[in-house]
């Protein structure tokens, strides 16, 4: 059964962000706010967890593209091959916020994402899971909840996704309405960014 915790964005209580901490270290999942639409991470490397989380979206591991959540860009080189000097400065500008940028993934990628030659990169504009990433000393694993019913796409309502996820993950943490607009996704692979989906942010 999902522990639901009320932690406010405007000044998160440390015993809670604790207890996600906990969570994740113990291989928990968890549902969390960001600035976009309400989204379900992990310890990235915790393969286990990993595993967990590809069940809930009802996927092999090994095909899933979950997002690399970061507090800031100094994880890149840990995850991604060299970023030409124009790109860098086209993420620093857009960063924090409402992106997810592809980018080329190097061979130290952890365990689940074996294989992947590109991945997601995502720093989200809310002090939330920067403040998680940050007391974890890592990165998360992540992707967004989407909803079955196809006209709403995304929820937003914290109660509701703790009622449908209540028996899946171990947290939810309710920090009010979410927004119903996913993150933009650019691909940097290639020689100038493409939008690859169209979202909150504006290129």
Same mark, same amino acid.
């Given at each position: 059964m999902a522990k639901i915790l009320k932690i406010y964005p405007e000044n998160p209580q440390e015993n809670?962000?604790? @207890?996600?901490?906990?969570?994740?270290?113990?291989?928990?999942?968890?549902?969390?706010?960001s600035d976009?639409?309400?989204?379900?991470?992990?310890? %990235? /490397?915790?393969?286990?967890?990993? @595993?967990?989380?590809?069940?809930? !979206?009802?996927?092999?591991?090994?095909?899933?593209q979950f997002?690399?959540?970061?507090n800031d860009l100094s994880h890149l080189s840990n995850f991604t091959r060299?970023?030409?000097?124009?790109f860098f400065r086209f993420?620093?500008? !857009?960063?924090?916020?409402? /992106?997810?940028?592809?980018?080329?993934?190097? !061979?130290?990628?952890?365990?689940?994402?074996?294989?992947?030659k590109t991945v997601g990169i995502r720093v989200p504009d809310?002090?939330?899971?920067?403040?998680?990433? @940050?007391?974890?000393g890592h990165p998360i694993a992540s992707t967004s909840i989407k909803d079955d019913d196809e006209v709403i796409e995304y929820s937003t309502d914290p109660e509701l996704i703790a009622e449908k996820y209540d028996n899946l993950v171990d947290i939810v943490i309710d920090s009010g309405y979410g927004d119903n607009v996913?993150?933009? %996704?650019?691909?940097?692979?290639?020689?100038?960014? @493409?939008?690859?989906r169209q979202g909150k942010g504006e290129i």
């Open positions: 809670l962000i604790a @207890e996600v901490i906990k969570t994740l270290n113990n291989g928990g999942i968890i549902i969390y706010p976009t639409v309400y989204a379900i991470g992990c310890n %990235i /490397f915790d393969i286990r967890a990993m @595993e967990k989380l590809a069940q809930i !979206k009802k996927i092999k591991l090994d095909k899933a997002s690399i959540i970061c060299p970023i030409e000097t124009s993420l620093k500008s !857009k960063i924090p916020g409402p /992106f997810t940028f592809i980018l080329e993934a190097n !061979k130290n990628l952890p365990l689940a994402y074996k294989g992947h809310h002090p939330i899971p920067q403040l998680i990433v @940050e007391k974890l996913a993150s933009t %996704i650019v691909d940097l692979t290639g020689g100038e960014p @493409e939008i690859i």
